[in-house]
């Protein structure tokens, strides 16, 4: 634990400095894992670890899911299933770990202050920003879970084209969609909020 030039009170958990770190008051020990979590952004940025984690973590889930588009497009059809299914689980796991350091460790809203798009007394470019990301995520997140349950319980198994194949194209094209405008919104998000 270092004292952090920046901070009035005090300090930052990994000693490395950072633009605009987190700081705390009064009950440093009780306040250690919040810190961490606000202060251990990878990426160089005013984010947290987990929304560097998120941040990265999409530009693999947007190729990914292409490429098991294209794969079922010639037939690999088990293949596809593999690989929707973990990223079903992946997206699932990054959400969970994503609400858990949103909702108890990071407060976004503090580490956004210092971006020209963020205002304190009401709303801003980085509140648009996150409504619209939010417009597309939360469907996304229910679309997954219906696409996936509807597809493992109407194709076959192993899966190969059949009834369902027609609403399963419909609504996992839906699915695909939402899930690219989740990732793009959100990067631009990160970039207003974090970055600027
Ligand atoms: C959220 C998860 C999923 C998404 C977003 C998704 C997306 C898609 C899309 C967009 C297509 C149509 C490709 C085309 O235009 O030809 C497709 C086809 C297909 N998917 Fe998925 N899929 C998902 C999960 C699954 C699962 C879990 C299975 C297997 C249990 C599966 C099996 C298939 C099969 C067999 C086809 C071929 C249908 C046909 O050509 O008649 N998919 N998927």
Redesign the pocket.
């Known amino acids: 634990m270092t004292r952090f030039a920046g901070c009035d009170s005090l300090l930052q958990l990994d000693g490395t400095e950072r633009n605009n770190p987190v700081c705390v008051d009064g009950d440093v020990a009780g306040d250690r894992v919040a810190l961490f979590a606000a202060n251990s952004g990878f990426l160089g940025t005013r984010a947290s670890l987990m929304l560097d984690v998120v941040f990265v973590a999409m530009f693999l889930v947007v190729p990914v899911?292409g490429v098991?588009?294209y794969l079922?497009?010639q037939g690999r059809?088990a293949l596809?299933?593999r690989i929707?299914?973990t990223?079903?689980i992946v997206l699932l796991a990054a959400v969970m770990a994503f609400e858990v350091d949103m909702r108890i460790f990071t407060d976004w809203e503090k580490l956004a202050e210092p971006s020209p798009y963020y205002r304190t007394d009401g709303w801003s470019t980085v509140w648009a920003a996150l409504t619209i990301h939010l417009a597309f995520a939360i469907p996304a997140a229910f679309?997954?879970a219906f696409?996936?349950i509807q597809?493992?319980r109407n194709?076959p198994?192993p899966?190969?084209?059949?009834p369902h194949?027609?609403s399963?194209?419909r609504w996992?094209?839906l699915?695909?969609f939402t899930?690219v405008m989740t990732a793009v919104t959100g990067w631009v998000f990160y970039w207003l909020a974090f970055m600027a």
Request: hydrophobic share 55%; no cysteine.
């Open positions: 899911l098991s588009i079922v497009k059809y596809h299933k929707q299914l990223l079903g679309l997954w696409v996936i597809a493992l194709l198994n899966p190969l084209p059949g194949s027609a399963h194209k996992g094209w699915a695909a899930m």
